[in-house]
């Protein structure tokens, strides 16, 4: 009977380990989206490092998961004491002072006031960053998030984003929540006060190889001071964010599913509680995770052994609530916990997670991800079905001709066919952007005939290998390039090409942070195609945002408007049909171009999955057409339409409205 009790649960958690891969993400799925935005910090500048962090850089794509973009300052280097600092003449060097500060915190002195400080005082004079102290000037965080503040502003004003629009704790985040910056200090050394840790009796995990990894990464500080202390404004929170990512990076798929699986409760469960809402938070549960890999055998984290491992986390969730401890993985001495709740709130979140523990895995009925579980529904569908196409949307532009040598390296160095995929996949996009970074390269020279003919070979060789990135959008960019050089006959015939492959079973994959859910037909394709190489798949299948960069050389002369300082995206079908109008225009059809301005005007009238900013543009393009075509009084309308949409003047429509009337 034992061995007969042993073996069903045994086969209840391969078939929750199966669920789970399909909803959360199989160990392939985990591991490309993984790579999608370490691509994202390949070839980064000195002064624009950034580290891709949160729910996403770790690999999960749930409800409610952001991004976390550390951007690394170039203007400060921290050092745990004065005998370590390195005078290079290009960084402000900050020691740290911690005699006053609570565990994970820390103040950031300057040695002196001279020199360096002072220019930097006299270009930031309205936001004193320095504040006098009894051991020395110390480097406000508060005053620091304010001057991160103002040059994020007037970047955003410059590029016309308006990606990054409040504050939240250190960070700098999106409208919808989905996207959070921090501009952090780094330390390349590895703390004394976290030597304890790398001493500390473990069994197995993390191995030597990743702390040693961790080791050589050193640490972050980002400003924000510990809560209720007397120098608020004046800490700094010191950050592992980099050893966690290796730590997380490092679980067997088992434990990512049960860090998921954590973070799924606390969302989706627990927060339905409004009064519980912020009380607990995901680095705490990252932060157990950790504590469990440390303390039990590898082994046992396995996939028959799934839902007996996620027990005996939630069971650790609720241990730790009911004693109010939680210590920090790196500084034991901090504890989370402490002060943590007070005696209604522990009272009610340690009820709420004991009956979830008593009800085991049913505690998922009431999740919106996991709910279906006990209806023995499973989708026989490729693991595409739960990849999340937006992974593979560029943040960054990659008109950077070294970013395009770099994916090409990493192409033909990939050991395996998904990373192979993925890296082909963003060269194909790189490509788009090719002809803005050439317009340097070939006006280096002199502009006689022949240059002219080698950039228009190098443009569009670069144009052909960019087709292959999506489905539609390649063909259209390789259109409005023709459109350009006024070829206006080999630009409809691929336009049109693309409005033919336009079809009900495309995935749009452009729109921002913006999810929606398969349809029936395109859930029915992913699962006809589930045999077919993943490159192909994403190929065939996906339909990317039209991107044209700063000044690009290959947007339609009428659209040059809206991009004199930042890139432009447009939704791919309303500018095909824009592209097909300015064709038919310049070649006297105006049947033809009737008939397309029509289509333009019908998918601004049906647009219902594209965010904010692309309609505004939609309604720009059929104001434009109608300009051209001498209706005034339409254009007016349709330019008002859009500056009213436009509450941020990110577009032209303004401009365009103010010129016509």
């Known amino acids: 009977m034992e061995i007969m009790s042993t073996y069903n649960s045994k086969c209840e958690s391969l078939k929750f380990y199966t669920y789970l891969c399909q909803n959360i993400g199989s160990d392939e799925v985990v591991k490309i989206r993984r790579l999608a935005f370490t691509i994202l910090d390949l070839g980064q500048s000195f002064g624009h490092k950034t580290i891709t962090s949160g729910s996403k850089g770790e690999g999960l794509d749930l409800k409610g998961s952001d991004l976390d973009i550390m951007a690394l300052c170039p203007f400060f280097k921290v050092y745990e004491s004065e005998k370590e600092v390195v005078l290079d003449g290009l960084t402000i060097p900050l020691v740290m002072v911690t005699d006053e500060t609570h565990p994970c915190f820390t103040q950031l002195c300057r040695l002196n006031h001279h020199g ?39 970047k955003l004003a410059e590029l016309k984003l308006p990606s990054l629009a409040k504050t939240h ?75 966690e990512k290796f730590l997380i990076y490092s679980f067997n798929h088992t434990q990512f599913l049960c860090y998921g699986l954590l973070k799924i409760l606390l969302k989706e469960i627990v927060e339905k509680h409004e009064d519980l809402k912020g009380l607990l938070c995901s680095y705490f549960l990252k932060t157990l995770m950790f504590w469990m890999s440390e303390e039990t055998d590898p082994n046992l984290w396995r996939p028959d052994n799934m839902i007996p491992c996620f027990m005996a986390c939630l069971q650790r969730l609720l241990y730790c609530v009911r004693y109010s401890i939680l210590l920090h993985f790196f500084i034991s001495d901090n504890n989370f916990f402490y002060s943590r709740f007070n005696a209604m709130n522990k009272k009610k979140l340690e009820t709420i997670l004991s009956n979830l523990y008593e009800r085991g895995i049913n505690c998922f009925a009431s999740s919106d991800t996991l709910k279906d579980y006990q209806s ?53 996009k790189s490509c788009w952007f090719v002809p803005h970074a050439s317009n340097y390269l070939y006006t280096c020279y002199n502009s006689e005939n022949k240059h002219q003919y080698s950039k228009y070979k190098y443009d569009l060789s670069h144009l052909l290998i960019g087709v292959h990135s999506d489905a539609v959008t390649g063909w259209l960019t390789l259109a409005s390039y023709f459109y350009v050089k006024k070829n206006y006959v080999a630009s409809l015939r691929l336009i049109n090409y693309a409005l033919q492959k336009y079809t009900d079973e495309k995935i749009f994959t452009g729109s921002g942070f913006t999810k ?66 300015l064709c038919n225009y310049h070649l006297h059809d105006i049947t033809s171009y009737r008939r397309y301005l029509q289509q333009l005007i019908l998918t601004k ?35 008002q339409e859009a500056a009213r949409q436009d509450k941020y003047n990110f577009t032209s429509a303004a401009t365009r409205l103010s010129r016509l009337t």
């Open 376 to 428: 023995q529904y499973y989708k026989v569908t490729h693991l595409l079905t739960r990849l999340n196409f937006k992974t593979f949307e560029l943040f960054v532009d990659l008109s950077n001709l070294k970013k395009i040598h770099i994916l090409y390296h990493c192409l033909h160095h990939s050991r395996t066919g998904s990373c192979q995929s993925l890296f082909a996949l963003y060269l194909s």
């Open 169 to 243: 704790g250190p960070c700098l985040t999106s409208f919808d929540d989905q996207l959070d910056k921090v501009v952090c200090l780094k330390c390349d050394q590895w703390l004394f006060q976290t030597q304890p840790w790398i001493r500390r009796p473990r069994t197995a995990w993390p191995s030597p190889e990743i702390i040693s990894k961790i080791i050589s990464c050193g640490v972050l500080f980002v400003p924000i001071g510990c809560k209720g202390s007397a120098n608020e404004n004046l800490e700094w929170r010191i950050s592992f964010s980099v050893a």
């Open 116 to 154: 360096v400080y002072n220019l930097w005082d006299l270009c930031f004079k309205e936001i004193p960053l320095w504040q006098k102290h009894p051991l020395g000037y110390m480097l406000s965080s508060e005053q620091y998030q304010l001057l991160i503040m103002s040059l994020a502003g007037l």
């Open 516 to 581: 929606y859910e398969l349809t029936f037909i395109q859930k029915h394709v992913l699962n006809l195609m589930k045999t077919e190489k993943l490159y192909s798949v994403l190929r065939s299948l996906r339909i990317e945002t039209l991107t044209f960069g700063p000044k690009s050389s290959i947007i339609p002369q009428e659209l040059q408007l809206d991009v004199t300082k930042s890139r432009t995206c447009y939704s791919s079908l309303p500018f095909a049909y824009f592209l097909g109008f």
């Open 605 to 639: 009238t049906k647009d219902s999955i594209h965010v904010n900013l692309y309609r505004v543009n939609t309604a720009i393009m059929c104001g434009v057409a109608h300009q051209l075509i001498g209706e005034a009084y339409f254009a007016k309308g349709l330019f």
